[in-house]
């Protein structure tokens, strides 16, 4: 009994003390100074943390004045925070919580821990000041398709290359450089001018583009006479990711300046809008900014980029979005393309015809990988049904991207009419076979050897889902080879693949059965 009475009055002081130490609230960097929050905002670095349904919701404010939002578990002063810049990219840190300290040590890094402080009441409202109010946003609803990107889009974006280093002058030579190399012809007809074409707005709060270029209207009838359509970008918060104007409280007046310009693409980048919203409104943010698109009459393909987070491939298409971004930022390196390429198997059934899974732009020909393994970013994203938006300099392609990037077979993969993306069906360490149903009954196959040695990579029909015999093609060789039947295998070099359309014979059909082999 006595026990029991000691057990519950411990719990009651814990509790107690649990309750002191609260972690809701603000928490600033122990070092900041009144000069910085004043005078560099671009410094400021804050952490909240609020109750909300029951558990709670922590945001950290980073330099640029973005949002990001950390997941936040409370042991008495024992606290998980786990930033969640994007899907895939979660980045946990233990702390320690004293009544008016929080000391975080970022896990594994060997890092002295960063100690934050409660912000002053002067220092706090100035940081209450610093966060824009939040505008009304729509209920919910799913908004029908609005009938575009029937199969993934295909173009250029200035990004990758670029970054904000364009002008109109570059653009009208990249829409030049992609007729005269093909790839308009080959499909890649998108030419998005990403982050960096902003200008202020004028008195009316019409926004304008920035100096480098003096005419969009000019500019995309230019494209539109080459057969080139035009893609733009801003973001739903006060600022760009890298810190233009953006679109916030101006969603409806953006899309009728964009429609009046001419603009069939839009990029919706969530960049400083976490600063506003929490990632659970994502929904409600892109729905009525496509409701404003749709208002103007003028049809755009409307590209949601929000780094994959809140699961976006779940609502993404009833917010009316025509694509949606799965990932983080890829970059040109093997690691990072093949790290986001091959973890998009278990998003294949949330996309389709006017609606699309996007692991990020193509970086074939930005120099940093080689052949083989631009070749598995090619095959890769045809599997998985991916917008094909390439992102190298076109102006001065080398021949060996253009084949690469315009070669028919993998463009037809890619396109294909049934829009069902494709799945990893073999996992045997580092070697991967994925495939892709396409239409008329062929089956894409890709054999990926993800390794640093030479292997044997191979799968039977039955992974395949194949009966009988298949004819079949050899995709990046351009030439057929024998029949095959029971299985599929080829020695492929390290960060290569092999890449196949399989056509199974008539009689294997799904749901005959095999043919009798006696
Ligand atoms: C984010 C996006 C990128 C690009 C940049 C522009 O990082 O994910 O694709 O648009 O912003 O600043």
Redesign the pocket.
């Given at each position: 009994m006595l026990v029991v009475a000691l057990s519950v009055v411990a719990a009651l002081i814990d509790s107690a003390a649990a309750q002191e130490l609260a972690i809701t609230g603000t928490w600033v960097p122990q070092e900041m100074t009144a000069d910085v929050l004043a005078h560099q905002p671009q410094n400021v670095r804050v952490l909240t943390v609020r109750e909300a349904r029951g558990g709670l919701i922590g945001k950290l404010i980073v330099p640029g004045l973005a949002g990001i939002p950390v997941a936040v578990e409370q042991n008495g002063d024992r606290i998980r925070l786990v930033i969640q810049i994007a899907r895939g990219m979660e980045t946990p840190f233990d702390a320690t919580l004293t009544p008016d300290h929080l000391s975080v040590t970022s896990l594994g890094s060997g890092n002295p821990p960063t100690m934050l402080r409660r912000p002053s009441p002067e220092e706090g409202q100035v940081l209450e000041r610093m966060t824009p109010a939040k505008l009304p946003i729509p209920p919910v609803k799913a908004l029908p398709p609005n009938g575009l990107a029937r199969t993934p889009p295909m173009g250029f974006s200035t990004?990758n290359h670029f970054?904000?280093g364009i002008d109109d002058r570059t653009i009208r030579d990249i829409g030049d450089a992609l007729v005269k190399t093909g790839m308009r012809d080959a499909g890649y007809v998108y030419v998005n001018i990403?982050?960096g074409w902003q200008g202020d707005r004028d008195e009316h709060g019409t926004l304008r583009a920035n100096g480098k270029f003096p005419d969009m209207k000019a500019l995309a009838a230019y494209l539109h006479g080459q057969g080139l359509k035009l893609g733009m970008?801003t973001s739903p918060g006060p600022k760009?990711?890298?810190g233009f104007e953006g679109t916030y409280g101006h969603e409806e007046q953006d899309a009728r300046t964009f429609a009046e310009w001419g603009v069939d693409y839009l990029?919706y980048?969530w960049?400083s809008a976490g600063l506003i919203y929490d990632d659970a409104e994502m929904p409600a943010v892109y729905q009525k900014m496509a409701e404003a698109i749709r208002a103007t009459g003028r049809p755009m393909v409307f590209s949601l980029?929000q780094?994959g987070r809140a699961d976006v491939w779940k609502w993404g298409a009833d917010a009316g979005g025509n694509l949606w971004?799965t990932t983080?930022?890829i970059t040109d390196k093997w690691q990072v393309m093949s790290t986001i390429g091959f973890a998009q198997d278990d998003l294949a059934p949330f996309a389709g015809p006017g609606h699309w899974n996007d692991p990020?732009?193509l970086e074939v020909g930005n120099g940093s990988m080689s052949a083989a393994e631009y070749r598995t970013h090619m095959s890769l994203w045809a599997l998985l049904a991916a917008p094909l938006i390439a992102g190298h300099d076109v102006r001065s392609s080398a021949p060996e991207t253009v084949a690469l990037l315009t070669n028919r077979e993998v463009i037809a993969i890619d396109q294909d009419a049934l829009g069902r993306p494709g799945r990893r069906v073999v996992r045997r360490g580092p070697l991967e076979v994925w495939t892709r149903p396409l239409e008329g009954k062929k089956i894409a196959v890709g054999l990926f050897n993800r390794g640093e040695a030479p292997a044997k990579v191979e799968a039977s029909f039955t992974e395949l889902g194949i009966k009988g015999r298949a004819g079949a093609l050899d995709v990046w060789a351009q030439r057929s080879l024998d029949a095959l039947e029971g299985i599929v295998s080829a020695e492929v070099e390290p960060h290569a693949v092999m890449l196949l359309v399989l056509e199974p014979s008539a009689e294997g059909e799904a749901g005959k059965p095999a043919a009798s082999k006696k």
């Open positions: 990004w970054q904000t990403d982050d970008y760009s990711c890298a990029k980048d960049c980029c780094y971004r983080g930022d990020d732009m």
